[in-house]
Nanobody, 115 residues
């Protein structure tokens, strides 16, 4: 069993930055693929970025170059550094962990980008 707790969301102006954290607890967390998804009002949940257990990162085109994903396997925490935020980034951001057939979701954290 893995538990995921997101934090770091908030309200910022366009162009500003936020860093989201996903703290994971449970056995074997470092072996999990961790992803961030987001869901804006009235839209489907979409994949934002993924980091493998080995640290390889993949990004959606909409955030590549602005968002950076990293993981600290000692602290069992994954970080999503979000720079140059745009109003279109407004959404609830969810952390997701996957290993083989096991998947887990966090409760989400709200990010609002507004002037």
């Amino acid at each position: 069993q893995v538990q995921l707790v997101e934090s770091g969301g908030g309200v910022v102006q366009p162009g500003e930055s936020l860093r989201l954290s996903c703290a994971a607890s449970g056995s074997g967390v470092s072996a999990y693929v961790i992803s961030w998804y987001r869901q804006a009002p009235g839209k489907q949940r979409e994949l934002v970025a993924t980091i493998t257990s080995g640290g390889r990162t993949l990004y959606d085109n909409s955030v590549r170059g602005r968002f950076t994903l990293s993981r600290d396997n000692v602290k069992n925490t994954v970080y999503l550094q979000m720079n140059s935020l745009e109003p279109e980034d407004t959404a609830v951001y969810y952390c997701h962990a996957r290993r083989m057939l096991n998947t887990y979701w966090g409760q989400g954290t709200q990010v609002t980008v507004s002037s």
